[in-house]
């Protein structure tokens, strides 16, 4: 039987989950595009959090302030957040190859 907790790969890449990813605008009225600097970043400070968090979570356990539960989801979504984050450098990686390797 699978663990609720963990999620697939392709769910974690739908577009409502990445709306959390998306830079809020600081003017509404300016409706300019966020640039791909900002999203790659926003999404590696995400990283960055979660994996925080989990190791924090891991502390306190080890102290006895903290629930296992609690815990283990928050290993789990640092995780699922570094796979993800694999998983985009790589298309990245892959989208530059084979726009080097075109012919003109």
Do not use: C, W
């Amino acid at each position: 039987m699978p663990n609720p907790v963990i999620l697939s790969l392709d769910s974690a890449f739908q577009a409502g989950s990445l709306s959390e990813f998306m830079p809020i605008p600081i003017n509404a009225s300016a409706q300019q595009p966020d640039s791909f600097h900002q999203v790659f970043a926003t999404l590696l400070n995400h990283t960055n959090n979660t994996q925080l968090q989990a190791e924090q979570h891991m502390t306190e356990l080890e102290a006895g302030q903290d629930n296992l539960i609690e815990t283990v989801m928050s290993i789990q979504k640092a995780s699922q957040s570094i796979s993800m984050l694999i998983h985009v450098r790589n298309r990245i990686v892959e989208g530059y190859h084979e726009t080097f390797n075109q012919q003109i």
